[in-house]
């Protein structure tokens, strides 16, 4: 069942790049947008990721944390990250349990892959409810981030 706005947000703890626990509970207080991306290292992911990293003062501005997910291992999202040079968390959903929790996952992607992200954009607010969701089914799609910055606002 797909999450609405006022809902709480399903807590997580999942592992960054630096291979340190990342957990939402520990950015109450913050406004945090949540999103899944399907698989490093391709086109549209890039294009996402270096966009949001390009806009990342916005963000700042509206006090806000971006969490990015997928179900690449961390070492893999490492690589990634330091090659984009994104400057914010990679998490590694590589046991697919937080997308699956947030109702974002294909049964089956590209190649046969199995439980891979959808592209997806969640804002989180201050007391761990959600303000903003969007699952997107067509893998080419980029969320629409003028209305996460709405949301943030």
């Known amino acids: 069942m797909a999450l609405q706005i006022g809902d709480i947000a399903p807590d997580f703890k999942l592992y960054s790049t630096e291979k340190q626990e990342v957990s939402l509970s520990s950015y109450k207080g913050k406004k945090v947008v949540v999103l899944f991306f399907p698989m490093a290292f391709t086109g549209v992911c890039t294009t996402e ?16 944390e971006i969490l990015a997910i997928s179900v690449d291992s ?27 929790a947030y109702g974002s996952q294909y049964e089956e992607f590209v190649l046969g892959l199995k439980g891979v992200a959808k592209r997806s954009a969640f804002v989180i607010d201050e007391e761990g409810k959600i303000a903003y969701a969007e699952v997107l089914e067509s893998a080419g799609d980029i969320p629409n981030f003028e209305n996460v910055k709405a949301a943030l606002a």
Not at 49 to 59: F, P, T, W
Not at 80 to 88: C, I, N, R, V
């Open 74 to 100: 961390p070492f893999t999202l490492g690589k990634f990250k330091e090659d984009q040079k994104l400057p914010f968390p990679l998490l590694s959903d590589f046991n697919k349990e937080v997308s699956a």
């Open 49 to 64: 990721l270096c966009s949001l990293r390009d806009d990342i003062a916005s963000y700042q501005n509206l006090n806000a």
